[in-house]
DNA sequence: AACGTGCTCAACCGCCGAGAT
DNA sequence: AATCTCGGCGGTTGAGCACGT
């Protein structure tokens, strides 16, 4: 046997807090502490009649010190931006990196502002999406959908709206990237000649976490490579390091783009069809500082960010490059305003929505999409595979290394 | 003024891994 | 080893409010 049930769930009051019950918690946790048990919590509380569940949602998200609420800064709209495109929805890890903000903030924010803001698009009304699609309902818009339409009855086959966001996100931004005189470049001189004239990436972010303490005191500032490092408690949320490792000049696992892996590489890279090897993630915590090791309870996520991304992320070499995190501050702050507007005074190209032109099933796509591309159209294979024909003539077969993302491998 | 629609955000739900029994 | 709870997470919901017609 396990453990005593932790409360009645029948007795228990729910619903918004009122201030009684909140003075009571808080009194209590401020004299007592938590006790190392929620689910106890509530039963030392006079009154209280609340799940321990709920205790601890309203105190971590509420109640404690230090909690910020209100309109986010510049810096932190960049930060969760940066980190969306990076990591996903990973909201406690990207609370972690903003003191004062609770995961439920931010996620709340990126769905009712940032994801707006960037995508320039309205979320259908609810009734909209009560009456749609399931998963045209996520906000997608023109998702692609499965099995000619029946998409309600395979929506689990489906990239997720949060992918699907990510991919839109980043096509919109490499639209941006062209509206901006930066050819898309495509085949590996194209790719090389993108990346020598780059600027540094995230160059903001960087200062940031620089400022936080975050980034390791030495950078290699040669690599091109993109690090996002994340280290979590639970395996369930495990991205730990993952490296991009593409292109010439690369890190030197990477010796050259058609040489043969050898059977030990292999097992850590993955030839990708327009060259290059993709750096499968070494799982297992990411542990660069002994402060990470101490600070361990608390997510923390380091980015090594000195080179231009490649691909948008966790991608592979073929495709088109752009600096899009300064894009995206461009985005966000400049006078441009927002993607929609720019795209209605036609600054910036009509970007495509991601299109499932023939409504073809995508078996056993997953739901995380770490490589995003720009596509006219996206093609699906016959065998299960997933394919996006891109703009610029580099199809991939994202089968096996992109769909899936950083989880494909855990 | 009445109604419809959209927005915000606190709270809930269900899931999962870790750990206790 | 099996079973169960706990803590934590991301996704979703719904009440209240604001705004437009």
Known sequence: MGRAPCCDKASVKKGPWSPEEDAKLKAYIEEHGTGGNWIA???????????GKSCR??????????????????EE???????YISIGSRWSIIAAQLPGRTDNDIKNYWN??????LLGKRAPSRRARANQDPYLAAGGGNMCSTSGGNSAATATQTLSASALERIQLHMRLQGMYGAFGCSGGGGNDDRNAVVGAAAPQWPKLEALLQANRLLPGSLPTDAMATTVSVQQRH???????QSLAVGAGNAAAVE????QLSS????????LPGGGFFERPKLGFYSPSAEAEATAAAASVEMNSVAPMVGGGYGGAGFEQYHHHDVLYEFLYSNYGSVGELAQDGHVPTLPELQCPNGAAVDGADEKFSVWTASAACDYGAAGGYQIQLGNSIGSNLHDYVLGGYDQWE
């Open 77 to 83: 709209e960049h930060i969760i931006c940066s980190l």
């Open 264 to 271: 030990a590489d292999a097992a850590n890279y993955m030839a």
């Open 256 to 259: 050259g783009e058609q040489q």
């Open 112 to 117: 009712t502002k940032l994801k707006k803001k």
């Open 57 to 74: 949602l309203r105190w971590l998200n509420y109640l404690r010190r230090n909690i910020k609420h209100g309109d986010f800064t510049e």
């Open 41 to 51: 919590l509530p039963q030392k509380i006079v009154g209280l009649k609340r799940c």
């Open 235 to 241: 395996h369930q949320h495990l991205v730990d390091h």
